[in-house]
């Protein structure tokens, strides 16, 4: 039983003084070299230890960021026969309805803006004082 409790405390040991060794003491470094040098020199704002270890966590980041990518990005060709839609050929001249017809509404407007309109020209003096 003593083997075992020991294994245990030895390994919650390890993992307090890891987490020691990696977090508390460069966060402790960071709060340290903030407070010299933003509050003390420039009169900025002075950080706690729990505002370093934030800080520490921004420069793990950056620092993963930078030296170990992890986007890929990859350009792959499609096969024109995959595609859902028909691709036209190059010489193949666009066909009547792919051009721009006008609406329906429009041809409407456009037959009876023709009945509307009188056979007199517009400059012409009215019929009346002939």
């Known amino acids: 039983m003593l083997?075992?409790?020991?294994?245990?405390?030895?390994?919650?040991l390890s993992l307090l003084m890891t987490l020691l060794?990696?977090?508390?003491?460069?966060?402790?470094?960071?709060?340290?070299?903030?407070?010299?040098?933003?509050?003390?020199?420039?009169h900025g704002v002075e950080i706690s230890l729990?505002?370093?270890?934030?800080?520490?966590?921004?420069?793990i980041l950056?620092?993963?960021?930078?030296?170990?990518?992890?986007i890929k990005v990859s350009v792959q060709r499609?096969?024109?026969?995959?595609?859902?839609?028909?691709?036209?050929?190059k010489d193949e001249k666009p066909s009547e309805s792919a051009k721009n017809s006008p609406?329906?509404?429009?041809?409407?407007?456009r037959e009876d803006k023709k009945k509307n309109e009188s056979k007199e020209p517009k400059d012409a003096p009215p019929s009346s004082l002939h």
């Not at 499609?78 to 050929?89: H, M, N, S, T, V």
């Open 3 to 12: 083997p075992a409790v020991l294994g245990l405390f030895l390994s919650l």
């Open 21 to 42: 060794i990696v977090l508390v003491l460069p966060s402790m470094l960071c709060t340290g070299l903030w407070n010299m040098l933003v509050f003390s020199i420039f």
């Open 50 to 59: 729990f505002q370093g270890v934030l800080l520490w966590f921004m420069v």
């Open 62 to 70: 950056t620092v993963m960021i930078l030296f170990k990518p992890q």
């Open 78 to 89: 499609l096969d024109a026969r995959d595609l859902p839609f028909k691709r036209p050929k």
């Open 103 to 109: 609406s329906a509404h429009w041809l409407k407007w």
